[in-house]
């Protein structure tokens, strides 16, 4: 899963580094110099991240189901899952998330069974067969 995947841009100034683990914002400070750059990294656990980026793929034009969630990120890898290490790993990305400036209503549940995430621009990064980035 994610081989070919390097990660995610989202709303055009959030960077999503699926194999290191990252959750890099670029911000440009407009009220400083032209070129005053600030940059926030966040360090995830793999697990999470592993979430992240399926809600991020499946997740952004229709909602994801739970069970399948469970599945695909946790019971695929030999994992045991359950609605709370599901909701538990939810509340740490989510907390995250914002502190990276992100909303807590960017990944959003309905009534615990469906998932969605809700950004303005999510794009996926790739690595094309000679290891360049692609869009």
């Known amino acids: ?7 995610f841009m989202i709303n055009d100034n959030i960077q999503i580094d699926i194999h290191h683990r ?11 110099k032209p070129y005053a750059l600030n940059v926030s990294v966040i360090a995830v656990k793999d697990v999470n991240m592993i979430l ?19 599945k695909d990120v946790w019971d695929n890898r030999n994992l045991k899952s359950s609605s709370q290490i599901l909701w538990a790993a939810l509340k740490a990305l989510k907390k995250d998330l914002m502190l990276v400036g992100l909303n807590p209503d960017f990944i959003t ?6 998932y969605r995430v809700n950004a303005h621009n999510i794009q996926g990064l790739y690595v094309d067969a000679n290891q360049k980035l692609v869009s």
């Open 109 to 114: 549940s309905e009534r615990g069974a469906l």
């Open 22 to 32: 990252r959750i890099i914002k670029l911000h440009m400070d407009e009220s400083r």
């Open 52 to 70: 992240l980026a399926y809600l991020l793929e499946n997740g952004s034009e229709s909602p994801v189901k739970r069970d399948d969630i469970l």
């Open 1 to 7: 899963m994610f081989k070919s995947t390097f990660g």
